[in-house]
């Protein structure tokens, strides 16, 4: 299926997702010191204003598509963020929780794109930052990482009435402690990203997940690798916390019967059994040997279906959730085929990536718009907990990217390590 209609498309919209703050004019009253992309274009779709994790895979087409210096400003503006508030928050005015912290691999992505230290070196305080408030407000007993919430019981309560309740369809006659209860770790779910999905079991918050623990792999690497020219002597400590965490993850995570890295329930003490693609971050971070790697791949099957690879495996009643099978979200592909391509899996990445761009091309000339999720059973615009909204921001940015992987890997014959 052509892609050059969809590529045409995303490179004249570009800026109109582009937006920059006047005096008071910013999104609930906060203004961001730089210009900054929104997911949405304003005025067609619901996700007009600055969030968190999204940005990460605009910025993968923004650095692509020759727009350098915007993703630098996204960049910047994250900085802005942890420095005003010691995170970065879901998005403007939103601070009862952050989003994955995929700081550091937004800095891996735009030296990779541009060979540009001085970026790296302007905000390494903050990359700091955000590190000290992971591994302080969401640290566990197993040492690793959880998601949680900074909200008040109150605001816990209002979460479950407002959201919890009429997109799960619980009942609305609970007693306020267990909508407290049930509310907090709805709150925990809504930072990973996935709110909501069934891959906690209600529990978020008693979870060390995969991709979170591996994303802060990145900000330790990271920081033991650009420790020497900041003039800091600390390169030591930050390798030492990365081979903590590999060591913890290989421990608690990978579940060699299996062959996949599983979410750790750290109150039961137990694996997740549930298959998703946040299980193939070890393989992007550097968690993973290739001989893991290659048995993650084996099992992509189990969430492949003819119009993209489902975030999840299929359960009884996963359908209740959108962040489950049988949707397709733009962010997990990426991941998906980022985490193949680091070990040569090439044809399977290929596949991954195929798979989206078809249905997305597909759905483009059908619509003559890009979409926020799709159904990997059917190819239709995802509906489950509420309607898919038309975006540019990771829709567009995860196109780019996966479209360019595939004409880099045309003239490499595939491998598969050992």
Not at 14 to 19: I, P
Not at 62 to 83: C, P, Q
Not at 187 to 197: I, M, P, V
Request: hydrophobic share 40%; aromatic share 10%; glycine share 6%.
């Amino acid at each position: 299926m052509p892609y050059s209609a969809v590529r045409a498309y995303i490179r004249e919209n570009w800026l109109r997702s582009l937006h920059r703050d006047k005096a008071g004019s910013g999104f609930l009253g906060i203004d961001l010191p730089f210009p900054y992309t929104t997911p949405s274009i304003k005025g067609e779709g619901h996700f007009s204003f600055f969030f968190y994790w999204d940005t990460r895979f605009t910025n993968l087409g923004l650095l692509r598509d020759g727009h350098a210096s915007v993703a630098a400003d996204n960049i910047r503006n994250i900085a802005w963020f942890i420095r005003r508030q010691g995170y970065m928050p879901n998005h403007t005015g939103l601070t009862n929780r952050s989003q994955p912290p995929l700081f550091a691999r937004m800095l891996l992505d735009y030296r990779e794109a541009t060979g540009d230290e001085a970026l790296l070196a302007e905000v390494a305080s903050e990359l700091r930052q955000e590190y000290h408030f992971w591994t302080t407000a969401r640290h566990t007993p197993t040492g690793l990482q959880r998601h949680g919430h900074h909200d008040t019981d109150e605001g816990c309560l209002k979460f479950f009435n407002s959201c919890v309740q009429s997109r799960l369809g619980l009942p609305a006659d609970l007693p306020d402690a267990e909508k407290i209860r049930i509310g907090a770790h709805h709150l925990g779910e809504a930072e990973s990203g996935w709110d909501f999905t069934p891959r906690f079991s209600g529990r978020c918050m008693d979870f060390n997940p995969v991709e979170l623990n591996s994303l802060l792999h990145d900000h330790e690497t990271l920081l033991a690798e650009l420790a020497p020219n900041l003039g800091r002597d600390d390169a030591s400590l930050w390798r030492d916390r990365a081979a903590t965490r590999h060591d913890r993850v290989q421990r608690l995570f990978w579940d060699d019967s299996a062959g996949w890295f599983h979410d750790y329930d750290f109150v039961e003490k137990r694996r997740s059994s549930l298959v998703h693609l946040g299980g193939l971050l070890p393989l992007l971070s550097g968690l993973a040997t290739h001989a893991q790697a290659a048995r993650v791949a084996q099992k992509l099957p189990l969430l492949t279906r003819p119009h993209g690879v489902a975030v999840t495996m299929e359960t009884p009643d996963c359908r209740n959730y959108q962040w489950a099978y049988p949707n397709v979200w733009p962010p997990l592909v990426c991941f998906a085929v980022e985490s193949l391509r680091r070990h040569n899996l090439n044809t399977d990445a290929d596949r991954v990536a195929r798979l989206f761009l078809d249905t997305t091309a597909r759905l483009f000339a059908e619509t003559g718009r890009l979409w926020e999720k799709t159904d990997a059973e059917t190819g239709v615009i995802a509906a489950n907990e509420y309607a898919a909204a038309p975006m540019m921001g990771w829709t567009a940015g995860v196109f780019v990217a996966l479209h360019e992987g595939l004409s880099a890997t045309r003239s490499q014959t595939p491998t598969r390590p050992r």
